[in-house]
């Protein structure tokens, strides 16, 4: 054998031992998945879909109407969800629109569609999977993304178990997103949820086992004017219409998550840690990721746990 080759075996061997863990860290963040459900909503879909048409929770001040749900037609059809002073009822002082899903997701699932949010005080746009049933716990599961009307350049994450919330995690968003569609998703599986903004991850929680299935919900509210926690929350509305857009609705199964985002932090400040996967832990800190989330430590507004 050469020089040159038995320069290279020690080198070489070395670079063998470490593949199996290159191969997992580049295979880690790669989603498995299949559509169980979209909608690019070119009509308002009966068959998927319902509009609710009730009172909503005691702490939002509107009342579902169907005909505040509306597909907008044309070429680039979105769902419209329209807020105004016509047609609240039951002591409500609004009416505006929700849209729920027929079906129940639960397990890996990735849910994602693209919103362009309704700005101006006291407005909450929002996409959430919410437990259709209890499977027997005092309260409901729900993952959240929710846009605050009156500073549209945020987003805030959050997520019940069991009725406990307190798991709020606001990301600023770099852009207005009442300006435009953007892509916002959630994916759950192996007891860990991420956020993504435009496909980007931006925050990632553990969760003490699984949530329970649930049916996807998009809405537009304000809030009631006697629940002073919630109007401290997202303030008030005083104008008299207001229009929230979705489109490209698509709910996929997934089999793993990437949890290569172990926490966040900022002004000293840290959520809650994610395990890495072995190949990330083995390459190094470098891999840990920093973006701008400010964590909110005081409690949720009263019942959003409870909220279609």
């Given at each position: 054998m050469d020089a040159d080759k038995r320069l290279c075996l020690p080198h070489c061997s070395r670079l063998m031992r470490?593949?199996?863990?290159?191969?997992?860290?580049?295979?880690?963040?790669?989603?498995?998945?299949?559509?169980?459900?979209q909608?690019?909503?070119?009509?308002?879909?009966?068959?998927?879909?319902?509009?609710?048409?009730?009172?909503?929770?005691p702490f939002m001040g509107v009342q579902w109407r169907k005909d505040h749900v509306q597909a907008t037609g044309g070429a680039d059809s979105r769902l419209a969800l329209t807020l105004d002073r016509n047609g609240g009822a039951n002591g409500k002082e609004f009416a505006s629109g929700a849209y729920q899903s027929r079906s129940v997701f639960?397990?890996?699932?990735?849910?994602?569609?693209?919103?362009?949010?309704?700005?101006?005080d006291g407005l909450v746009t929002a996409m959430f999977l919410y437990a259709k049933t209890n499977n027997g716990k005092a309260h409901r599961d729900e993952i959240?993304?929710?846009?605050?009307?009156?500073?549209p350049t945020k987003v805030q994450f959050n997520y019940f178990a069991e009725g406990q919330g307190g798991h709020e995690a606001v990301v600023d968003l770099g852009f207005?997103?009442?300006?435009?569609?953007?892509?916002?998703?959630?994916?759950?599986?192996?007891?860990?949820?991420?956020?993504?903004?435009d496909d980007e991850l931006k925050y990632s929680a553990a969760v003490n086992g699984p949530l329970d299935p649930g049916q996807l919900l998009l809405d537009l509210w304000a809030?009631?004017?006697d629940h002073e926690g919630v109007l401290n929350w997202a303030g008030q509305f005083t104008g008299d219409t207001?229009?929230?857009?979705?489109?490209n609705v698509q709910?996929?199964?997934?089999?793993?998550?990437?949890?290569?985002?172990?926490s966040a932090r900022v002004e000293g400040i840290q959520t809650s840690p994610v395990p890495l996967p072995p190949a990330v832990v083995l390459f190094g800190s470098g891999w840990l990721a920093l973006v701008g989330v400010r964590r909110l430590w005081k409690a949720s507004p009263p019942g959003l746990g409870m909220r279609a």
């Amino acid at each position: 054998m050469d020089a040159d080759k038995r320069l290279c075996l020690p080198h070489c061997s070395r670079l063998m031992r470490g593949l199996p863990f290159i191969v997992l860290l580049l295979v880690a963040p790669v989603l498995q998945a299949s559509s169980l459900f979209q909608d690019g909503f070119d009509s308002v879909d009966g068959d998927k879909w319902f509009a609710l048409d009730r009172p909503a929770a005691p702490f939002m001040g509107v009342q579902w109407r169907k005909d505040h749900v509306q597909a907008t037609g044309g070429a680039d059809s979105r769902l419209a969800l329209t807020l105004d002073r016509n047609g609240g009822a039951n002591g409500k002082e609004f009416a505006s629109g929700a849209y729920q899903s027929r079906s129940v997701f639960g397990g890996g699932i990735r849910a994602e569609a693209q919103i362009q949010v309704a700005a101006g005080d006291g407005l909450v746009t929002a996409m959430f999977l919410y437990a259709k049933t209890n499977n027997g716990k005092a309260h409901r599961d729900e993952i959240d993304i929710e846009f605050l009307g009156k500073d549209p350049t945020k987003v805030q994450f959050n997520y019940f178990a069991e009725g406990q919330g307190g798991h709020e995690a606001v990301v600023d968003l770099g852009f207005d997103a009442s300006q435009a569609l953007h892509t916002y998703a959630f994916e759950t599986a192996n007891n860990v949820i991420n956020w993504y903004v435009d496909d980007e991850l931006k925050y990632s929680a553990a969760v003490n086992g699984p949530l329970d299935p649930g049916q996807l919900l998009l809405d537009l509210w304000a809030p009631d004017a006697d629940h002073e926690g919630v109007l401290n929350w997202a303030g008030q509305f005083t104008g008299d219409t207001a229009t929230a857009l979705f489109d490209n609705v698509q709910i996929s199964s997934v089999k793993t998550v990437n949890r290569s985002l172990t926490s966040a932090r900022v002004e000293g400040i840290q959520t809650s840690p994610v395990p890495l996967p072995p190949a990330v832990v083995l390459f190094g800190s470098g891999w840990l990721a920093l973006v701008g989330v400010r964590r909110l430590w005081k409690a949720s507004p009263p019942g959003l746990g409870m909220r279609a």
